[in-house]
């Protein structure tokens, strides 16, 4: 199900910033080059991130899913003089390529790279984080937030991408793991009343939460 209508993500491209260049080899050689590179933010979502983060100014960022490294970067734009940003990969090839795409970035020094298992590293994460984002295994999505709410300061952010699912979530009867998972955790945020939150059809979803 095509939760945006192509025409309109392209008129969006269009009167949206401009990637720089290095955001435009990240996208072209993912296009190019991973399986799955259609989990790649992409121009529109990528500036709402830089947007997002540049209007928090924030000191610690923590991204969850660091993928070909695109949204790391978007993400690092809006951080402070001081400010550090850990992303976390799963998969070895990912991390390595994500990488080398932050070595070649003037903001790379501002970028930690972790990789292995998310729920077993945060364990090991003595911070306070600003803003979070988190685009990985969507059966994980309620662990993460149990997890890192507590680590939250108020008036901080987190971000979870993909809570529409490709339109799975829409259905009249939902199946399939991930997009039960993600139906159920969005259900658990709606009730929460620890934060604020909106769904935003951005994409393939986003939900923006602010910690009271």
């Given at each position: 199900m ?13 009167f ?6 290095l955001l ?20 529109v ?6 947007m ?6 924030p ?7 660091t ?18 940003l ?13 990488g080398?795409?932050f ?6 020094n501002k ?11 945060l ?6 984080w ?13 662990r ?14 987190m ?12 259905k009249?009867?939902?199946?399939g ?8 955790f969005?259900e658990?945020i ?7 939150k ?15």
């Amino acid at each position: 199900m095509e939760i945006v209508l192509p025409a309109a993500h392209d008129y969006s491209v269009q009167f949206s910033e401009v990637q720089d260049a290095l955001l435009q080899e990240i996208h072209e050689y993912t296009l190019a080059h991973h399986p799955e590179s259609h989990m790649i933010s992409g121009p529109v979502q990528g500036q709402l991130l830089t947007m997002i983060s540049k209007m928090i100014s924030p000191s610690r960022i923590l991204e969850i899913g660091t993928f070909t490294g695109y949204s790391a970067l978007c993400l690092a734009k809006g951080l402070n003089e001081h400010g550090m940003l850990h992303t976390i990969e799963l998969r070895e090839a990912d991390a390595k390529v994500a990488g080398a795409f932050f070595g070649k970035s003037d903001i790379g020094n501002k970028i930690k790279l972790h990789t292995g298992d998310a729920h077993q590293l945060l364990e090991e994460m003595d911070e306070e984080w600003d803003l979070v984002f988190v685009d990985a295994d969507k059966t994980g999505y309620l662990r993460y937030y149990e997890k890192l709410i507590s680590k939250l300061k108020p008036n901080s952010w987190m971000i979870f991408d993909n809570v529409l699912f490709h339109g799975e979530v829409l259905k009249e009867s939902i199946s399939g793991k991930n997009a039960t998972a993600i139906h159920a955790f969005n259900e658990h945020i709606a009730k929460d009343d620890r934060i604020e939150k909106v769904l935003l059809t951005v994409r393939d979803g986003l939900l923006l939460m602010r910690k009271k």
